[in-house]
C-alpha cells in the first residue's frame, strides 16, 4: 500500500499475538441455541441430525486448517486445539478466533441441506467464540476432560428432564423432581419409571464427538509380483469415545505431542 499521511492510523492496532509454545484453545458455542433449537424442531434432548452437522463442520476445518491437530463437541459448542507450535497468522489471537467462528458457521449453512433436507433455515445461526491458551498437553487433557464430564452430567439431566415431560409432566414439574439428585438417582428414576439403561443410550450422546486424524493403511497398487503396495494416509475421523482416562492419551501419543 502507498503511504500517505493515513498511515499512522495502524499504530493503534494492538499485538495480540499469543505466547509461543503453548497449545491454543479455541471454544465457538451457538448463540440462543435453546431458541435456535426449538424454532427447528430438534428432538430433545439430542437431535441426531443436528449433532452430526456439528461434526461434519468439524471435519471440515481439520480439512482446511492442518495445524489443528483435535476437536471435542457437545450440543451446540466445538473446541479446537491448534497445535503448540503454529505459526497461523503469527498466532493472532483475533486472526485465529475470527476465522474459526466464520468458517465453522459458514459450513453450518452450507451443509444445513444435507442434513435437514427437509427443513427450511428459518433465521442466521452463528456462533461466538473465545480463545485459550494452555501451556501444556496435560492441561489441554484436563480441559477436554472439563468439556466431556459436563456433556455427561447435562445429558443425564436432560434425559430424565425429557422423559419426564414426554410422560405428562410439565417442565416446572420435571425440574422439581431432578432437584438435588445426584447422578445414581437419576440413573434408577430412567431405570425405574422408564425402564431406560443410560449406559445403552447411544455414545455421541454421552460421549460427546472426538474429531482427528487417524493414520491409515492404504493399498495403492499392487507390485510386479502381485502384493499390495501400501501407504500411510491421514484421514479426519470422528468417534465418540472416552478422553477423560489417560488410555485415549496413550494409544494416540502423536495428537498432543509435545515438540
Ligand atoms: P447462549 O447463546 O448463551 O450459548 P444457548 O441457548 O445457545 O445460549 P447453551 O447453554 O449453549 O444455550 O445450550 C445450547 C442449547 O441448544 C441446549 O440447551 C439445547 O436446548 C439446544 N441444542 C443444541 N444442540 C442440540 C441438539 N443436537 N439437540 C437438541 N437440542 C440442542
Ligand atoms: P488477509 O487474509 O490477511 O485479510 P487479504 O488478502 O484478505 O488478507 P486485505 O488486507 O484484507 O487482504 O485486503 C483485501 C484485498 O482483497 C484487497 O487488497 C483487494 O485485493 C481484494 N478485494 C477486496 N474486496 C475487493 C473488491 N470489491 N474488488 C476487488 N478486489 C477486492
Ligand atoms: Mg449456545
Ligand atoms: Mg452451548
Redo the contacts with the bound molecule.
Sequence with gaps: MANSKYEYVKKFETDDRLPPSSWIVVRI??????????EHA??????????NL?NSCAVSMLEQFPDIVFAYGV???YSFIWKETTQFYQRRASKLLSLSVSYFTSVYVMKWKEFFPHKELKGPPYF?GRVVCYPRAKIVQDYLAWRQVDCHI?NQY?TCFWMLVKSGKTQREAQELLKGTQAKDKNELLFQQFNVNYDKLPQMFRKGSCVYRKKVEEVVKLDDTGNPVTRTRSKVAVEHVDIIGPKFWSDLPYILEEE
Excluded at 430438534?42 to 449433532?51: G, I, S, V
Design positions: 458455542d451457538g448463540c440462543h441455541f435453546h431458541q435456535f433449537s426449538a430438534f428432538e430433545k434432548p439430542n437431535d441426531e441430525n443436528a449433532l456439528m450440543s451446540d459448542e461466538d447435562n436432560n
